[in-house]
């Protein structure tokens, strides 16, 4: 899929990008330099200036440590340390790429500003690729309610690439607005603000989206979230359908030790807390969260969180979650009524080891068909090529991709080989299987 997704850029690139520029960032850089490998720039910010659509900026390895004084804007309660605001075009999209080989981690722990929420990358532009960058020690230094950030996204058609976010204070990836953009093998992890409110880090979730009217096509795939004090995936407060593909969610809502700390849900799938109907849009979005896999979180794997609709929720796998599957939804009139979850469509999804498979369905108002639960399949060790919960969190394949291992898939003559139904996904034998990984099948996206 990557390649496919390369070529189809190369495949699109207009001619004008033959004349593309390329500048340097580098830890001994310097912004007076002219940004070339040999006398390259110190920041991202600087290199912004001087990049116009289809340049591309690497930056070379090594640790960036940020400082206060870098902070190029701040708006609001947002100091914004690095501010992206010019655009790529179609074809010719702005690249900021890790130097092949090399890994620039940014490293955020001294900056600190006084009652800000600091934001580590605001991104405004659109056309914008950015890939291989690592964020750590992002800080918080409100007391009461509030959250800094790795990166915000308002830009549309943007594309965040192997970025890992982690051992900070801070959300991974948040968007508020923008459309069409793609997460795409990002990992956020250990991220737990300790300072604000009770030190939960309630407001801590790997992956946040929550798309404004009009903010529509927001895909995330391939990501991973462990370790994030709240959630791994939050949409709460969306106006506009957002999807999860091929995506991993472990350990959310616990400390390393297994502290509990905030929520703890694999995927959060909507909701509207207890916001009156005016303020509810219609329609009210469904999202779609497929071939994704979600382990021991604090709370649910796959959570409906009191949404005003159905999601579609496909050949997702959920083990050792306190609830596998909870399709819990509210009423649209009566924001304290919370209601078995209805119009969910759901098919081929997989359950072991929950301390509750199944909770808050109304089956009679919902779409179901093989699901294990469906068809009254309790799974055994046996089901399954490994169980070892370290493979997960191990090494990404050298194209980013998630790591290709046994956990979780199936072996031969398991009873959950072709059971699935046909919804359209490529598979292997006479059906689809359950679950995310499909016997024989390529986990693909
Ligand atoms: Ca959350
Ligand atoms: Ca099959």
New binding site residues.
């Given amino acids: 899929m990557i390649k496919k997704l390369l070529l189809a850029l190369i495949l699109t690139t207009p001619f004008s990008v033959a004349f593309a520029t390329t500048f340097y960032v580098a830890v001994n850089g310097n912004d007076a330099n002219p940004g070339t490998k040999n006398s390259p720039f110190a920041t991202i910010q600087h290199a912004q200036d001087a990049v116009k659509p289809g340049d591309t900026v690497y930056l070379r390895g090594g640790v960036y440590r940020m400082s206060e004084s870098q902070i190029a804007r701040k708006e609001r309660i947002n100091a914004c340390v690095t501010y992206l605001d010019k655009s790529g075009k179609p074809g010719a999209y702005i690249n900021y790429f890790a130097y092949p080989g090399e890994k620039p981690t940014f490293d955020y722990q001294d900056v600190k500003p006084a009652d800000f929420r600091v934001i580590a990358f605001m991104v405004y532009g659109s056309y914008i690729h950015l890939k291989g960058l690592d964020v750590i020690g992002i800080q918080v230094t409100i007391k009461t309610h509030t959250q800094s950030e790795c990166f915000e996204n308002h830009g549309d058609n943007n594309i965040y690439e192997q970025l890992t976010m982690h051992d900070g204070m801070a959300i991974g990836f948040y968007l508020l607005s923008g459309s069409n953009n793609l997460i795409l093998n990002c990992d956020a992890y250990r991220n737990w603000d300790y300072f604000s409110e009770n030190g939960k880090g ?2 801590t ?1 790997g992956f ?1 989206c929550h798309p404004r009217p009009g903010s529509k096509g927001n895909v995330f795939k391939g990501d991973r979230a462990w370790f994030n004090s ?2 791994g995936y ?1 949409c ?1 407060n969306s106006h506009e359908s957002v999807t999860f593909d091929h995506c991993w969610a472990m350990y959310n809502g616990f400390g390393t030790d297994f502290q509990s700390l ?2 703890g ?1 694999g995927f ?1 799938g909507g909701g509207f807390a207890r916001r009156p109907a005016n303020e509810i849009p219609n329609p009210v979005p469904q999202h779609t969260i497929q071939f994704c896999l979600s382990v021991r979180n604090k709370a649910s794997g796959f959570y409906a969180n009191h949404h005003i609709n159905g999601n579609f929720w496909y050949n997702n796998t959920a083990y050792r979650n306190a609830n596998n599957f909870n399709m819990l939804n509210r009423l649209l009139n009566d924001p304290a009524a919370d209601v078995p979850g209805y119009s969910h469509k759901m098919r081929n999804n997989l359950g072991y080891k929950g301390g509750r498979e199944l909770t808050n369905l109304d089956n009679s108002k919902c779409d179901l068909a093989n699901n294990y639960f469906d068809l009254g399949l309790t799974a055994t060790d046996n089901d399954f090529m490994s169980l070892d919960e370290s493979l997960i969190v191990g090494p990404r394949q050298k194209d980013g991709s998630l790591p290709d291992t046994n956990f979780m898939k199936l072996r031969p003559g398991s009873q959950f080989v072709d059971k699935g139904a046909d919804i359209g996904f490529p598979f292997t034998g006479k059906a689809p299987d359950l679950g995310c990984f499909e016997l024989g099948g390529k986990y693909a996206y």
Avoid: P, R, T
């Fill in positions: 309630g407001n979730d946040g709240d959630d939050d709460i905030g929520d849900n959060k």
